[in-house]
């Protein structure tokens, strides 16, 4: 700011409302006199109204009447939905006696298949059959040409089934 500005104000920054100084004393008293009067909160109960608020409340706490119970599982609907029940049972199991497949259908080519994608062991295997499947005459009977045996290792052998990791 500037010097001059400084000592140049013409107006003081500051007001007081006209006669302010004149009526203070007034206002003052009038607001003392008026919280001396209005000692009491204004607000009041009706006459004995703490004596009989025990008994007014006990009477709409207790019972009057008691209210009729229903059942939601009454014998009547009980029966109905245990019938339902058991008919959609009925209907998923008479569904499930299909005949079985016929194993004679099977090809060699599956059982080999599923053998050797479901990575089945020997001991699995051997438990499967009994011992009248492992006598050694039925294994003797079956008389071989070298000449199918040489095709079928050759068609159905690879390099890598014959090595031994």
Same mark, same amino acid.
């Given at each position: 700011? %500037?010097?001059?500005?400084?000592?140049?104000?013409? *107006?003081?920054?500051? %007001?007081?409302?006209?006669?302010?100084?004149?009526?203070?004393?007034? &206002?003052? !008293?009038?607001?003392?006199?008026? *919280?001396?009067?209005?000692?009491?909160?204004?607000?009041? #109960?009706?006459?004995?109204?703490?004596?009989?608020?025990?008994?007014?409340?006990?009477? *709409? &706490?207790?019972?009057?009447?008691?209210? *009729? &119970?229903?059942?939601?599982?009454?014998?009547?609907?009980?029966?109905?939905?245990?019938?339902?029940?058991?008919?959609?049972? !009925?209907?998923?199991?008479?569904?499930?006696?299909?005949?079985?497949?016929?194993?004679?259908?099977? @090809? #060699?080519? #599956?059982?080999? +298949?599923?053998? /050797?994608?479901?990575?089945?062991?020997?001991?699995?295997?051997?438990?499967? !059959?009994?011992?009248? @499947?492992?006598?050694?005459?039925?294994?003797?009977?079956?008389?071989?040409?070298?000449? %199918? /045996?040489? %095709?079928? !290792?050759?068609? +159905?052998?690879?390099?890598?089934?014959?090595?031994?990791?």
């Amino acid at each position: 700011m %500037n010097k001059n500005n400084l000592q140049n104000i013409k *107006k003081p920054g500051f %007001n007081v409302p006209k006669d302010y100084f004149n009526n203070l004393e007034d &206002v003052i !008293l009038s607001e003392i006199n008026l *919280k001396e009067t209005l000692s009491t909160s204004g607000f009041k #109960t009706p006459k004995d109204y703490f004596e009989t608020l025990e008994g007014v409340v006990i009477e *709409k &706490v207790t019972e009057k009447k008691a209210s *009729k &119970v229903i059942s939601l599982f009454s014998a009547k609907n009980l029966v109905y939905i245990s019938s339902v029940a058991a008919a959609i049972l !009925l209907l998923f199991n008479l569904s499930n006696f299909q005949k079985n497949g016929d194993w004679s259908n099977l @090809d #060699t080519e #599956t059982v080999e +298949n599923y053998m /050797i994608n479901e990575d089945i062991s020997f001991y699995e295997i051997a438990a499967l !059959l009994s011992d009248e @499947d492992l006598k050694e005459e039925n294994f003797i009977d079956y008389n071989f040409d070298k000449e %199918n /045996i040489e %095709n079928y !290792l050759l068609n +159905n052998l690879e390099v890598e089934d014959l090595v031994i990791d």
